[in-house]
């Protein structure tokens, strides 16, 4: 089987560095793959074959949409391929910086970003465990939406309880207490609308990034919110800022009910809101499993390995 590019230039970019995503390829569907330079053909079981050119049109989607496939790019395409699901440009989104693509790794953040995209549902949960993408998406997207002038505001807040700290035990004034807590959400702002850019709408007071009690006696209108690592929230805080949302405005929930640093087992916000608001109409939840882990391979089964152990036996 063969695909035949309009642009041969892109062969190179679908390649990788000595051909390293080829090699990924063919380990995963048990075929070989020829790249004369004007394509690609792809040798083996029938079945291994189709699957591998279905993994070879998404690449060249990507690079065709100006983002150069690296090693996690082509895992997820196997992923989607083993699936049998399909992956277009449509799914991701274009942020501002070098028009880069932000595109699914998994279904389930495919499924997470049509849900973040979509009107059907103004409130979105983003659920699971560390590494599945939940916080990085959100941010991401709510930055091209603010880039865009779709919204007035990008608020993302988090609680301020982490690992047993509190702010008052840390050093420095409230900015400089705030922001180790912030770091996955600087780094990813940072991806989508470069460094300068967010020091520009934060100096602007069109991004706030603060500790859950700053919503207190708020409304958010015409913003795009994102209440992170929603497990540490209580639930008369989570109420308390699920209420907040005013005209025109959007919030997306992520967290991970099996992580909460709330002392003496105290209910954690995120899984009561989950079942109060389970069925509401404007609600919507979008899951995710060890199994969609993108961070280093390792991860997954580091995750996994402590989801067994906590199982009796």
């Known amino acids: 089987m063969r695909i035949?590019?309009?642009?041969?230039a892109l062969?190179?970019?679908?390649?990788?560095?000595n051909s390293e995503n080829l090699v990924l390829v063919e380990q995963a569907f048990d075929v070989l793959i020829d790249a004369?330079?004007?394509g690609f053909a792809v040798h083996g079981p029938s079945t291994g074959q189709r699957k591998a050119i279905d993994?070879?049109?998404?690449?060249?989607?990507?690079?065709?949409?100006?983002k150069s496939p690296d090693a996690a790019s082509v895992r997820a395409a196997i992923i989607f391929a083993k699936k049998g699901d399909g992956f277009n440009a449509k799914d991701g989104f274009h942020v501002p910086r070098a028009r880069r693509l932000i595109s699914p790794r998994t279904p389930a953040q495919k499924t997470y970003l049509n849900l973040l995209k979509g009107a059907d549902a103004d409130l979105v949960f983003g659920v699971g465990p560390a590494g599945t993408g939940k916080t990085f998406l959100a941010v991401c997207y709510g930055a091209t939406l603010l880039a865009a002038r779709k919204i007035d505001k990008l608020i993302i807040a988090r609680p301020a309880v982490e690992a047993g700290e509190r702010l008052g035990f840390l050093p420095g004034a409230l900015e400089e207490k705030i922001d180790p807590y912030m770091l996955p959400v600087w780094d990813a702002l940072d991806v989508a609308l470069g460094q300068?850019?967010?020091?520009k709408r934060r100096a602007e007071g069109r991004i706030e990034v603060a500790p859950l009690a700053f919503m207190r006696g708020r409304t958010l209108s015409h913003a795009f919110v994102i209440m992170d690592e929603a497990q540490n929230a209580t639930t008369?805080?989570?109420q308390m800022v699920l209420t907040r949302l005013g005209e025109g405005?959007?919030?997306?929930?992520?967290?991970?009910?099996?992580?909460?640093?709330?002392p003496n087992g105290q209910l954690s916000g995120l899984s009561h809101a989950l079942g109060v608001l389970d069925g509401v109409r404007g609600c919507a939840v979008s899951r995710f499993t060890q199994k969609d882990v993108v961070r280093h391979p390792l991860v997954a089964r580091i995750v996994?390995?402590?989801?067994?152990?906590?199982?009796?036996?």
């Open 249 to 262: 405005s959007r919030m997306v929930v992520t967290g991970d009910p099996s992580q909460s640093d709330l």
């Open 236 to 238: 008369g805080q989570m």
């Open 36 to 38: 004369p330079g004007d």
């Open 304 to 313: 996994a390995a402590y989801e067994n152990a906590g199982r009796p036996g």
């Open 196 to 199: 300068e850019m967010v020091l």
């Open 4 to 8: 035949v590019l309009e642009t041969p």
């Open 11 to 17: 062969a190179a970019d679908v390649c990788g560095v």
């Open 55 to 66: 993994v070879l049109k998404t690449l060249v989607v990507e690079a065709q949409a100006g």
